[in-house]
């Protein structure tokens, strides 16, 4: 029997383009509370039961910004951040391909 597993998984894994080569996955996330925006490139993700709402997700080359009239900038003190999905209010995905 094969066990349906959460969609944020389907949208966070990299679809295949014209030549069979993986697509790159970017995420934007809307923190809640007003605690700003993250941007970045998925690098991994944790797998955990539907009903657990703390799925973590890794983005690399990752931007921050304080809120939605400022520009991102780099993160300090390094380009990678690891998101809890139950932290974030809006998250937006795009599959981009390669090359």
Not at 47 to 67: A, C, G, I, M
Not at 76 to 95: F, Y
């Amino acid at each position: 029997m094969q066990v349906a597993q959460p969609a944020i998984y389907t949208a966070l894994k990299p679809e295949l383009d014209e030549y069979d080569r993986q697509k790159y996955v970017f995420v934007e996330a809307e923190l809640r509370g007003s605690k700003g925006f993250y941007t970045g490139q998925v690098s991994d993700y944790s797998l955990s039961k539907d009903e657990d709402p703390h799925k973590l997700v890794l983005l690399r080359n990752t931007r921050y910004r304080s809120d939605d009239s400022t520009d991102y900038g780099p993160v300090t003190p390094g380009e990678t951040v690891l998101i809890d999905l139950a932290d974030v209010l809006i998250l937006r995905i795009q599959q981009v391909p390669k090359g």
